[in-house]
């Protein structure tokens, strides 16, 4: 297994059909339950754990899925409300070295994350065939992102993490 990308990269090959979306919107919904299943019961040192040599801790994992799908979420209100817009970048790897992400409780980010998605999970209900073919520029790759490509990768997203998380639990078990 890859220890950086446990599922893979992101891919998307073709046209996204309804069904798709049907199902990536199910697993942002689902995010949640499995990210807290995926860190029941660990503490302590256990949370201070890379995921793998040289990556981050579970801690700053589960802070950074907070930070990211935030982010996201604005990105997609953007992108329905203003006529492509230009996103702004941030710096992950800096947020992931702030206090509020390297040693606070997970609590906060675990609650925030079940409620951004609620929230998220409606807006994305509501949405037509031709708001998911809007878009935003992102200056860092220079690409204009359409929502239904965003979409899939934010559902990738989720599990990438969780799987990181699972496999740390794996190899703490050994």
């Known amino acids: 297994m890859d220890e950086k990308y446990p599922i893979g990269q992101y891919s998307l090959i073709g046209k996204v059909t309804a069904d798709q979306r049907r199902a990536w919107i199910s697993q942002i919904e689902q995010l949640p339950k499995r990210l807290r299943e995926s860190v029941a019961g660990l503490q302590g040192s256990e949370l201070q754990t890379p995921y793998r040599t040289g990556g981050w801790s579970i801690i700053q994992v589960v802070h950074h899925i907070a930070d990211s799908h935030m982010n996201s979420y604005i990105r997609f209100k953007l992108a329905l409300t203003e006529e ?91």
């Open 84 to 174: 492509t817009p230009t996103i702004r970048p941030y710096y992950e790897d800096r947020f992931a070295e702030l206090p509020d992400s390297v040693d606070a409780d997970i609590d906060p980010s675990l609650i925030l994350i079940t409620q951004l998605h609620k929230k998220w999970v409606t807006l994305l209900e509501s949405l037509t065939e031709e708001d998911f073919q809007k878009a935003f520029y992102h200056p860092e790759s220079k690409e204009t992102l359409h929502l239904d490509y965003t979409l899939g990768h934010y559902a990738w997203h989720g599990n990438h993490h969780v799987a990181h998380i699972l496999a740390a639990r794996e190899r703490m078990d050994q």
